[in-house]
């Protein structure tokens, strides 16, 4: 290698590595006075994946995994009907989001803390709800041990690859840079991509499954969220129009379906 190819090289590493940092740098949402009511009206579970989690009402046990640069206190709309309707609502921060601590944030990690917390949390889950990033961290911690009845997953990526593609995509990495973006997300991370295909493991997820999407969700794809829901056995799929990619979380269709889809695989439990 020529020293001007070296050079050349050592310039787009550094600028990726620049790139790289900003993506694992979530930014916080700005706490608000709702959010501050909400999380003291919760009760705050001392767990050992060091992140902060926070239970609401009694019951069968509903773990909420929040997307990136969001944070527990975003499913409030939803967390109120689960109550209603019998089951424990808890809400888990990522590394670096809401009350967890810490300056960046790795799905990787993410999965494994939701895994422990499952186990910590009695070990099988009425039911795991995640949005975008965190639909992925579901669909990570399943393939490691995660245990639930049910799943729901609003607008869920088909791969992390993609998901972090699209990312990358979105804030001015070209194609030209993308490959070596993509090889060093991998090296901090610590996993390959291709491990991680979730088309490919729905198939191997043997719990019932709820997949909502937006038909105007830019973000992901509907082909590609119908495609989870087409290999994953005994998954329904639930389409909404008019809420986008960020704001089914909070959409009243997505949450009444959500609540409904839950209460059925419960009852359908207790009778068979």
Sequence with gaps: MSQDSFSLDTIQIRIQSKAVERFLTPTAPITTPKDLAFLNSGTRLNLSCGLAVRAWGSGPKVLMVHGWN??????RKMIQPLIESGFQA???????????EGRQSDIMNFARALT??????GGHLAAVIGHSSG???????????????AVVLL????????????WAKLRGVTD?????????????????????????SAHNFPMPALIVHDLQD???????????????????????????HLSLMFAEEAITKSVEYLKSIRTSGETS
């Design 155 to 166: 607008a869920p990526p088909a791969s992390l690859e993609l998901m972090v593609s699209r």
């Design 70 to 75: 969001s944070r527990g206190t975003h499913w």
């Design 116 to 121: 422990i917390a499952g186990q910590e949390l």
């Design 90 to 100: 808890i809400t888990i921060d990522a590394p670096a989001h809401g009350e967890s």
């Design 218 to 244: 830019t973000f992901f794809p509907i082909s590609d969220v119908l495609a989870i829901a087409e290999a994953w056995h005994g998954s329904t799929f639930f389409q909404t129009n008019g809420y986008e």
């Design 176 to 200: 030209a840079d993308l490959k070596l973006f993509m090889l060093l997300i991998e090296r901090r991370i610590e996993a390959s991509f291709r491990d991680y295909h979730f088309v490919e």
């Design 135 to 149: 639909a992925a961290a579901v669909m990570i911690a399943l393939q490691s041990g995660l245990e639930a009845d």
